[in-house]
């Protein structure tokens, strides 16, 4: 009886259980279904009333559209690579200081724009607003570019700005003269029709931002501190419009970089006794270190995914899905796990989830009968922005975990500071509406850059620092990036000179909005 009396309980005790548990999991299925149905983020202000301060519009001739053509085939024509931090192409720096003086008349002569040169060969104009008690902003972009040779495959010679197809193909369509030339064509033709701007701005080109910007980014940052100037938000180049390169999403996305990874160099070095090959000992300094490295490689950092900006990005995306993604993304709160699981696999999503690890060098051996007494190897490491640089090296040195694997810091940086996004945050938000007033059709969602900028100097005079160009990527477009073919559609040119002109006078607004849900409490 007493035997039968227990299993009696526990047999109502499971019963109890799997009630429970099916009850739980019905409760959280309707909640993420309902979430899914409802769970909106990119709402915001495009339905508050803002106030209209793009007075001047922009029609061009199709002579000035082919002037403006031939500006920015001309800045492209000229290679101003930068090789290393010491080494970088002077002449053709000049050469371009030439160019923008040339094509650009009302900026160089206008009594209302300062340009200083910094560092030599960058660029830093002041444009006072009439109404100096507003917080100025800075507008940003670099004049240099990476190496580039025909031989690689280019469709036309990389330094040509040859037309092909409706595309102009060269070096720095993308990365980054189509927003020097961008900038600096919306304020010249604002000049001409008579603009002031009512919030003062800046604008800054940097010569060397493909080489860390120490002389061009990072003393024009020192100048402005020395006037005490404070900005009220930067933007600069990184992340762009996506067209078809999201797989599953409905229409195209821009994507406006709040922040950036970190970035870490770290030397790992073996150092043994050489010896002849036809006596090896039981392991080399060439073999030591490659079992330190294949360590690092097969125990990635841990997964952070959701607890850094890129949980913004999925979830302002959520609605543009179908399902199951929509499902899956609108409820991060739910399935950050398993979509982390999911976007590891590949490696260009795999950097949204972790800091990533990358062997980028390893040296060693002088003569193949020589057993090395010396071998090492350079891993590049981008922080994800809920890690920090030390904590990095604290998980490379207990993943190599051998006293005779040295580890060593070349150089490195903790992730930049996430900037706001939200419904009153300025800078975010005027960025935003120029964007959908000009493409009603895009989702704007907030990003994070998984490169870095030259923006990243300017962390101490703002709080918000944004990574946008409205540069059209179709699938294949990021390859380009730094790679073979690189090239911009003159359309999509044209479309950013406008947008400059657009944001310029967008900027003149003395505040936002006030956010869509607050004009309908009660």
Request: proline content about 6%; aromatic content about 10%.
């Amino acid at each position: 009886m007493t035997g039968h009396s227990a299993r009696w309980k526990l047999f109502k005790f499971l019963k109890v259980l799997l009630f429970s548990v099916i009850f739980s999991i019905t409760v959280l299925f309707l909640v993420a279904t309902v979430r899914t149905f409802t769970f909106d983020v990119d709402a915001g202000l495009q339905l508050g009333k803002w106030e209209n301060t793009t007075a001047i519009s922009l029609h061009l001739s199709p002579q000035q559209r082919k002037n403006l053509l031939a500006n920015f085939k001309a800045a492209i024509q000229i290679p101003t690579v930068s090789f290393t931090e010491t080494n970088v192409n002077t002449s053709a720096l000049r050469e371009f200081d030439g160019l923008l003086r040339k094509v650009f008349p009302k900026i160089f002569s206008s009594s209302l724009v300062q340009h200083e040169m910094v560092g030599n060969y960058s660029h830093l104009l002041t444009v006072p607003g009439s109404e100096p008690d507003l917080e100025p902003y800075m507008l940003l972009a670099h004049i240099d570019v990476v190496p580039a040779d025909e031989a690689d495959g280019w469709d036309a010679p990389p330094f040509s700005a040859q037309e092909i197809n409706g595309f102009i193909y060269g070096r720095g369509t993308i990365d980054n003269k189509q927003s020097v030339m961008g900038i600096l064509q919306a304020l010249e033709y604002l000049l001409e029709r008579g603009y002031t701007p009512r919030r003062s701005f800046y604008i800054g080109l940097g010569h060397d931002e493909e080489v860390n910007g120490l002389h061009g980014a990072a003393n024009i940052v020192k100048l402005l501190k020395s006037r005490g100037v404070k900005l009220q938000y930067v933007l600069d180049e990184g992340l762009a419009v996506l067209d078809g390169v999201i797989s599953g999403l409905d229409g195209p996305a821009a994507l406006i970089g709040i922040s950036e990874k970190g970035q870490a160099t770290v030397k790992l070095s073996v150092s043994s006794a050489p010896g002849h090959s036809s006596m090896p000992p039981r392991e080399s300094s060439i073999g030591i270190l490659a079992s330190a490295v294949k360590r690092l490689e097969e125990n990635p950092m841990p997964r952070l995914f959701g607890y850094g900006p890129e949980r913004g990005t999925f979830e302002h995306l959520a609605h543009k899905f179908g399902l199951p993604l929509r499902f899956i993304m609108s409820n991060l709160w739910l399935f950050s796990p398993l979509l982390s699981r999911v976007l590891e696999r590949k490696p260009d999503t795999n950097a949204f989830v972790r800091t990533t690890t990358a062997v980028t060098m390893f040296n060693s051996g002088v003569k193949i009968n020589v057993i090395p007494s010396y071998a090492e190897a350079f891993v590049n490491f981008r922080i994800h922005s809920a890690q920090t640089l030390q904590e990095v090296l604290e998980l490379v040195e207990s993943t190599v975990s051998d006293e005779r694997v040295k580890v060593e810091l070349v150089n490195g940086f903790d992730p930049l500071p996430i900037s706001s996004y939200d419904e009153n945050t300025f800078g975010y938000q005027i960025i935003k509406k120029t964007v959908q007033s000009m493409f009603p059709q895009l989702t704007v969602a907030p990003g994070i850059c998984v490169g870095n900028t030259d923006s990243r100097h300017y962390k101490d005079i703002t709080q918000d620092i944004y990574r946008f160009a409205p540069s059209w990527f179709k699938p294949g477009d990021p390859q380009r990036f730094h790679g073979v073919n690189e090239r911009i559609s003159i359309q999509n040119y044209e479309e950013i000179v406008l947008f400059y002109f657009q944001l310029i006078q967008n900027n003149d607004v003395r505040k936002l909005p006030p956010p869509h849900s607050s004009q309908h409490e009660l």
